[in-house]
């Protein structure tokens, strides 16, 4: 495995006297493709989120890049190369795709913002089509393109995708999975958290299996299938 760009060690998450995530180890490589999969409650987006620092670390340490950002915040997170494509998808439905996108950039500079937003609908061309189109108009499966844009625009070197297949339609699907290949290209370390886990297990290398917040196995893909596919986690 290449080097350790994240590196949980011991991580345990809390609301009020609820243990959403207990004990748990786990590492993402530069480059690589983890996934999370376990069923709704499983503490999945409640690793995510403590990744990006918008849950507080109960317990444990957090190395990103090198650095030790267990306490650091979310915007700090960001400055360093950790973006968020969040649950439910979260556009700004007001806002049109292209603004969406560009609110992803706002640690930089307008002229590698430019950049970054050209590169991206070249990249995407269904959202350059409807760039001048509100995000709330559009599709589950548009949206979740859009957010997946509005967490690259920085070019992150973690990519955190939180459920990005939840509600699609098989197709929505499809397109949602060929976006993240398009970012596994670039080279971007990818962490996804799944409770559907076929796509996702497409896409990953590695994987972790969660059930009532503590780990149940992790390994290889093929090591874990059986296990993420199994009736008791979907």
Known sequence: MAESLLTIEGLCVRYGGIEAVRSLDMEVATGETVVIVGANGAGKSSVMNAVMGMVPTAEGRMT???REVTSMSTADRAKLGIRISPEGRRVFANLTIEENILAGGYTMGAKDREASVAWLFDTFPLL???RTARAGTLSGGQQQLVAIARALTARPKLLLLDE???????????????AISVVQAQGMAVLISEQMARPALKLASRGYVLRAGALRRSGDVAEIRELALSEDYL
């Open 164 to 178: 990005p297949f939840l509600g699609l339609s098989p197709v929505a699907i499809g397109d949602t999975s060929a």
């Open 128 to 130: 350059s089509k409807r």
């Open 64 to 66: 990103f890049d090198g």
